[in-house]
């Protein structure tokens, strides 16, 4: 089956910390793949995404690399904020399920000053 | 560009009721999708509607209905509400479907079964 596997939270960072957050997948296909972010209150916003192999996502500093070889699709940012505080969610999508995304549990990131 | 609406933002209902969720998409978006979010489940999805024809579902008991109208705004409907049903349900809305575009989500319902 189709499914996204997310590193266990919650993550806790000292600001300007160096930020991973590994996500691995399965697929019966040729998945997209999404990082999206949840800040309290609000609904999911799209961070970043990758459509095929060895392309890379980038978006206000985060970056995620689609490895076909190793299943995964981990998020990085060198040098996190304190408004960088939310829950992170990778999600996959096969073009022939419509917009039928599969998510990770998703993990909660605290930055403190 | 107005986002993603969704009304009621909260709800409480009793067991056994039914309770029906909106959601305008994006203004040309066609393709809504509806997940129901729970600390313990994560995000599941429920179904996506694209040119007013459910596209896809997901794995639901049939309590779980839906439906787009015309104009590309959609309704979710639960009936014979469980306790298990307490949630939060976002909305979904793209351009394209496959993936192909942006999902915009919706702030989300957030519903208590009692």
């Known amino acids: 089956g189709n499914s996204v596997t997310q590193m266990e939270g919650p993550v806790t960072l000292s600001e300007e910390a160096f930020l991973t957050i590994n996500c691995t997948y399965t697929?019966?296909?040729?998945?997209?793949l999404f990082w999206y972010v949840q800040y309290p209150g609000e609904g999911l916003q799209l961070l970043l995404k990758?459509?095929?192999?060895?392309d890379k996502g980038s978006n206000k500093g985060f970056e995620a690399t689609y490895r076909k070889e190793t299943t995964s699709f981990h998020l990085e940012k060198g040098s996190v904020q304190v408004s960088d505080s939310a829950v992170y969610f990778c999600a996959l999508v096969l073009r022939d399920t419509g917009n039928q995304f599969y998510f990770g549990t998703g993990t909660s990131l605290t930055v403190i000053p | 560009k107005a986002g993603v609406t969704q009304t009621p933002r909260y709800l409480i209902k009793t067991r056994g009721q039914q309770v029906t969720l909106s959601c305008s998409p994006i203004s040309g978006h066609r393709s809504v999708s509806w997940y129901q979010q729970t600390p313990g489940q994560g995000l599941q999805f429920l179904f996506e509607y694209f040119s007013e024809t459910q596209r896809n579902k997901g794995n639901f008991p049939g309590r779980f209905s839906g439906r787009q109208f015309s104009n590309s705004r959609s309704e979710m409907n639960v009936s014979t509400l469980e306790l298990g049903d307490s949630a939060l349900y976002l909305c979904?809305?793209?351009?394209?479907?496959?993936?192909?575009?942006?999902?915009?989500f919706g702030p989300g319902t957030r519903l208590t079964v009692t």
């Open positions: 697929a019966t296909g040729y998945p997209s």
């Open positions: 979904a809305s793209s351009a394209l479907s496959g993936g192909l575009g942006e999902q915009y």
């Open positions: 990758a459509t095929k192999a060895d």
